[in-house]
């Protein structure tokens, strides 16, 4: 058991919906990564928070948003959803924002769009 | 920019023996994180080891360790004593300061162990 936290672990859904993604860092945790499993992009980086603030954003469409709330858990949301956004994803957290260390995944959300 | 390559798509390897996967990174970054993970197929990433640019000895933990060599880029993990339960997908990442600090990961080697 990695510490992190992600609900739910499945998720079926229709075009054009709108999901929202939950992750619970480990305790002490302050930065939290969303990460994108798809079978022809492989792990795609999509946003990084640190301490509730954005810290950097990676291949992130602008139907998806995300925030870490101050109990340091983030919620990713998926809006207009479409068959291509079906993947699996990771939410991971570490330590810190710029120090080199190990970050831990979730057991991901996956999410099938139909 | 960071980039991780991963070379092997598929491996197949004979319980109890060995099994080296192949990393190579490119990165001018001068300090910087490798990472070895492993996904089995109910899906969750799993940490496994951990090498900082500046270590001077190779990172073990348990059955695997990581060979590297700075000079020649490469973070080749070694396996010992396969074990049916490793079989799995591999994924090599680095990150440094260039990317943010966040993982770049490869492509993944899928390692399946026989018995």
């Known amino acids: 058991d990695s510490g992190v936290t992600q609900t739910p672990k499945h998720l079926i859904t229709a075009t054009g919906q709108r999901v929202t993604l939950r992750c619970s860092p480990r305790?002490?945790?302050?930065?939290v990564y969303w990460y994108q499993q798809s079978l022809d992009q492989g792990l795609q980086f999509l946003i990084q928070?640190?301490?509730?603030?954005?810290?950097a954003k990676g291949n992130i469409l602008e139907r998806f948003s995300a925030q870490q709330f101050p109990d340091l858990h983030s919620e990713l949301n998926l809006s207009s959803l479409e068959l291509g956004d079906s993947a699996l994803y990771f939410c991971a957290s570490s330590a810190g924002d710029r120090l080199i260390a190990e970050a831990f995944f979730g057991q991901g959300t996956r999410l099938t769009v139909v | 920019a960071q980039k991780i390559t991963q070379t092997q798509p598929g491996m197949f390897v004979q319980e109890k023996e060995a099994v080296t996967l192949d990393c190579t990174y490119d990165t001018s970054d001068p300090s910087y994180g490798l990472f070895w993970y492993k996904q089995p197929s109910s899906g969750e990433m799993i940490f496994l080891i951990y090498q900082g640019s500046y270590d001077q000895q190779n990172a073990t933990e348990g059955r695997y360790s990581l060979n590297f060599q700075k000079a020649r880029k490469s973070a080749n993990l070694v396996i010992s004593a396969s074990q049916l339960g490793d079989s799995a997908m591999y994924f090599c990442a680095m990150r440094g300061r260039s990317n943010d600090y966040k993982l770049s990961f490869g492509a993944g080697t899928t390692v399946t162990v026989r018995a």
């Open positions: 305790s002490g945790d302050l930065s």
């Open positions: 928070y640190y301490n509730g603030e954005e810290r």
